[in-house]
């Protein structure tokens, strides 16, 4: 790793391909399984394929973009620099309700996997008491600022890989060939309008594995070389995880057969009847580690986002950015805390929901960011040639477009609330500042005229 001038290390790109690992592969790869199998069978896997060649396509366009700028941000910093202020408010309070949403559905994953194994979860007092009070917890551990993330953080990155590999290498082992049937389900064999219907079903849970990519290119500044580096990443990454999910997807298939809808923890169950109770607690062990830790992580990254709105561009009001003792944003916490204590009252598969929609949102101003740059080269890349130039962003946009014919009425109208909310945030804001521009301008006046 490289030192800067100030002291503090920057990230190599083996760092950040591991980062990328840990922010993509959340509680899905364990929980959500079985919901994809159970709309498409044997082909869930080719629907796995075909949704991480989707998303890369959108990766790429953020990959484009993240070679034409170093600072941190993301979407809402392309849109910005694209399209101005409101459009980069807009991406900036998504993407932290996204955080959000991300955080409280973390939460929600741990307590399910918990209720597999430990029926006292099933009491709503006990489980509502465990979700707030984790939420409670990650707040109060943030205060401290981030002494413990980078321990959860690795602890949390190992525990999945060992498990996921483990999985994978001794599963295969005991599949049986006979279970790879039926290919798709009689309802989607039957009709057009039947396998859309599961198609469409099944494709908007699989782009949920694959959203935390975004969140990479978020964190630029602590980035060696993040114009080279972060492209080069978002390609690995994806790559990687495609083939991980796949082989995941075929060993539990392979292991359950149509059993695999039946249930919640399908990777554990699978592992259980292929290996025995050893197989079962080791994978439930790695999921809780790695669950919670992208639950701890989040909980850190989700406020500092916010905090880089008010410090970084005076979005919000200074006061959201300040920071206590520790140098935490004590007041992006309590209002994260805040937030994700509303959603962790959701169902897992909601606020999954939730979070496709507002990688939705995120993605379709970013592609368009990029298009524009693209035309104009007004931000030249550095390093990072899109292939194709507009054929890319142009089906990242179509893909991301068809996406909408899958969000339910009360997902889509959790969008409207928060874009609302919002943009009404964002006129008394500019209003505060224009008035606080008047006062300046009034007092300059008068010390000239003293």
Known sequence: MKTVKDGGKKLSFLSIYFLGINAVIGSGAFLLLQVIYRDMNLMSVLVLLFAALTVSMV?????????????????????????GRFTGFELGIFIWFLGCCTLSAEVVALLTTLKSFLPVFNNPV????????????????????????KLVDNTSSAAKMITIIIFIVVGAFVIHFSHFKPVIPTAAANSFTGFFHHFGAAFSVVFYLFTGFSFLPIAAKQMNNPEKNIPRVLIAVMISVSILYSLMMLVAIGILGTRMSDYSTPIAIAFRDGVGTWGYFLVIAGMLISIFGVAFTASFNTPSLIASLANEHGMLPKVVGKKNRYNAPWISIILTAVVSLLLVTQSYLFLVSCIVLASFVQYVPTIFADIRFLHTNEFPTHGFKLPGKYIIPALALLISLYMVTNFTVKTIMVGVIVAVLAAISYIFIEKDEEKEKERQAKLAQLRKKN
Do not use: M
């Not at 366009?61 to 399209?83: M, Q, T, V």
């Not at 409670?136 to 943030?142: D, E, G, K, R, T």
């Open 59 to 83: 990766a790429l366009c953020y990959a484009d973009l993240a070679s034409r700028f170093k600072e941190s941000g993301a979407a809402w910093i392309y849109s910005y620099n694209a399209f």
């Open 126 to 149: 006990v489980y509502y008491s465990s979700v707030f009070g984790l939420i409670i917890l990650f707040a109060i551990i943030n205060f401290f600022g981030r002494t413990l993330v």
